[in-house]
């Protein structure tokens, strides 16, 4: 009989706030390929272990250490909730695991304890609901190397970018919900960024993404590894079901790093020009995200309200991600039990 298991893959964090440890979880972040996927080697080692780690870590250090908590990473906290959670919700018809792409647990680790226990199927929840190489693309393809490595044997599904599902639409709605009924003069969907280079890359006919005009707007196949037309999928659904008029909400993209063009147009340049704009009452969401970290937590909900409340807003919320909220739970649930049920 077949011995199944969910395995959640998120991000991941550094073990502690130590510039060390930060600098080692940063170069390996960072020296993933998909992550930067140039120069290439020796020349992207390089750049990673000599110009940005040592420039970066002690800033970083800095900023993880602004949002620690007691039970360690935000992130990592709120992943093992949702793992506990949706065992529960499961009520123990299968087993699930909890992996992260970089830092501890990592996914070989884990793996190799599936396969300790005899797992010959899985099923693979990455934690991102959009599409982009440097997120989901990398965890789907280590955890399929891990297992081709350790148990060639084992057969891994995976659940698809749900960046348009209705039930998912509906859990990040009712997570909102009580936020948006607060009075506020616009909502800001503040995305995490890539380069526009990206885009182009993941563009398998190399002649729609970025190429043609409004071309997140025109229904194509490459939208399947769309980065920027499933954020916006995700808007439009979100608005839809929230009943929001179109001046009452914009999107942005965060989280750049270096001199190439980002997606655009950048929160941190959105939230000085609102307030200009008269909005002076601003939520903020990231639904890029299913559990708070460091890009929610310090840029957004501190960095992030400060730029904007010295740009001369007066009221700044950042709205939680949906983390290990009952409607979250609900749908990875459902999601597990279809996939069981198949």
């Known amino acids: 009989m077949s011995q199944r298991a969910i395995l959640l893959v998120n991000l991941g964090s550094p073990d502690s706030t130590s510039t060390a440890d930060v600098g080692r979880y940063l170069r390996e972040f960072l020296g993933d390929e998909r992550v930067i996927d140039r120069p290439g080697q020796p020349f992207r080692w390089l750049l990673v272990n000599a110009i940005i780690v040592p420039f970066r870590a002690s800033k970083s250090a800095h900023a993880y250490a602004s949002v620690w908590t007691d039970e360690g990473s935000p992130l990592i906290a709120t992943s093992r909730k949702v793992r506990a959670r949706l065992d529960e919700a499961l009520g ?21 304890q599936l396969v300790a226990a005899g797992v ?26 891990e297992f081709a490595r350790q148990a060639p044997r084992v057969r891994v599904d995976s659940i698809q970018p749900f960046y348009r599902d209705a039930d998912y639409i509906e859990a990040l709605h009712a997570s909102a919900a009580p936020y948006l009924s607060q009075p506020h003069d616009h909502l800001l969907f503040s995305f995490h960024g890539i380069p526009v280079r990206h885009l182009r890359k993941a563009d398998s006919s190399h002649a729609h993404c970025d190429c043609v005009a409004d ?38 993209f965060q989280s750049r790093l270096g001199r190439e063009p980002w997606l655009s147009p950048y929160t941190d340049f959105e939230l000085k020009r609102l307030p200009k704009e008269g909005k002076k009452r601003l939520l903020v969401m990231s639904p890029a995200f299913v559990a708070d970290c460091l890009e929610t937590l310090e840029e957004i909900a501190v960095e992030g309200k400060k730029t904007f409340l010295d740009a001369g807003g007066d009221w700044f919320q950042q709205i939680p991600c949906l983390n290990d909220q009952a409607p979250y739970i609900e749908f990875l649930s459902a999601r597990v039990r279809g996939w069981l049920n198949a």
């Open 215 to 252: 071309c997140c707007e025109i229904a194509s196949p490459v939208q399947s590894t769309c980065y920027r037309a499933q954020c916006l999928a995700t808007v439009r659904a979100f608005v839809a079901r929230a009943g929001l008029e179109a001046n009452r909400y914009s999107v942005s």
């Open 92 to 112: 123990g018809a299968v087993p699930v695991a909890l992996a992260m792409r970089y830092g501890t647990p990592s996914i070989a680790s884990v793996v190799a």
């Open 120 to 145: 010959d199927h899985v099923y693979l929840l990455p934690q991102y609901p959009q599409y982009a190489m440097s997120s989901w693309e990398t965890v789907v393809v280590k955890v399929y190397q």
